[in-house]
């Protein structure tokens, strides 16, 4: 969990956010700034936890993450439930060494089952010096 991240003002007009529909731009602003979220951008978020939080019904959920997805603002893996916000270290860049191996340490927490891992790490590892094989 992480006390503070930015959203951009830009949220509302960036070609990623711009054209999802209301219920898919509420799911992203909440996967920036809920509870669950972390420094690195990726974390285990069971549908469950989205609709107590939002009061949403699980189909509303689901179809919420297709279109972030979609749109490649998120990406999710059904078996393992981890989620990575994928612009995230691109916002929150980490600010100093420690936040760099906090997030590196997260990061490496993705269980290898999880189908987007080998996209994240070759995407944000290098910036969060992970030195990381696929199993």
């Known amino acids: 969990m992480r006390d503070y991240g930015k959203v951009y003002s830009t949220f509302w007009s960036s070609e990623t956010t711009a054209d999802l529909c209301d219920d898919s731009k509420l799911l992203a602003i909440y996967l920036m700034t809920c509870p669950h979220s972390t420094i690195a951008g990726v974390f285990r ?3 469950g936890y989205v609709s107590e939080d939002l009061g949403w019904d699980l189909k509303r959920v689901q179809k919420g993450f297709v279109e972030l997805l979609a749109k490649g603002f998120a990406n ?6 981890w989620v990575w916000v994928c612009k995230h270290l691109e916002w929150n860049k980490p600010e100093n060494p420690n936040q760099r191996k906090s997030a590196a340490k997260i990061a490496l927490s993705v ?3 999880c189908v987007w891992k080998p996209d994240f790490m070759r995407v944000c590892g290098e910036q969060l010096e992970i030195s990381w094989t696929p199993p």
């Open 76 to 81: 999710r893996c059904e078996s393992t439930k």
């Open 111 to 113: 269980p290898d089952g």
């Open 45 to 47: 978020l069971p549908d």
